[in-house]
């Protein structure tokens, strides 16, 4: 007789020893790709976020239907800048679409419009709009803006509903979403920075 295994069918499996390497492999792996899904939200929900320009009130940067991503994070380690082209939202409302219009004056600042012209603390600043200013709204009479207030105008002066208008108004730093940082355009022009 033989020693060893018996002759016939053997219902006897032999127990994989999954050894520590191949579970520190493992683990490396699932941490990467939890890593990415991560990484992924967060770039997409704080600079990927996109919204689309409604009207002519940004022309000639931007265009009535152009896609913008806008960056969510950036104002909550900073406040927006005059220049800056910023998305918010209307009154605060949040059933409202976004709105795109650039920051003319900030906290502290005096703003009027005269004769077609803006003045800013007291500082006419003729070169800022290539027309006149047919209608100054509520800026005929000075403003001065309180903290967290924001004076938005469009980049096309005189076919704009901004913070001139008494249905828009100064507009709350807590309304302002994002700064609008990447347009994609239609044509050769293709992805572009907004100015």
Do not use: C
């Not at 910023?86 to 502290?108: E, L, Q």
Request: overall charge positive; proline content about 2%; glycine content about 10%.
């Amino acid at each position: 007789m033989r020693k060893g295994r018996r002759a016939g069918l053997s219902f006897y499996q032999r127990k994989k020893k999954i050894s520590n390497e191949r579970i520190a492999e493992i683990m490396s792996w699932v941490f990467v790709v939890l890593l990415g899904f991560l990484l992924s939200f967060f770039v997409i929900y704080t600079i990927g976020v996109k919204t689309t320009v409604m009207g002519g009130s940004m022309e000639t940067g931007l265009h009535n239907g152009q896609v913008v991503y806008m960056n969510k994070i950036i104002y909550s380690f900073k406040a927006p800048a005059r220049g800056d082209v910023v998305v918010f939202k209307p009154n605060g409302n949040d059933n409202a679409h976004y709105s795109i219009k650039r920051v003319i004056a900030v906290p502290g600042d005096k703003i009027y419009i005269y004769e077609g012209v803006l003045y800013l603390n007291g500082e006419a600043q003729e070169d800022m709009f290539t027309d006149k200013i047919a209608d100054a709204g509520i800026a005929a009479d000075e403003i001065t803006l309180k903290a967290d207030e924001f004076f938005l105008m469009g980049d096309n002066v005189n076919n704009s509903e901004d913070s001139r208008s008494p249905n828009l108004g100064i507009v709350m730093r807590n309304h302002i979403v994002g700064k609008a940082w990447l347009h994609l355009s239609s044509g050769n022009e293709g992805i572009g920075r907004v100015k």
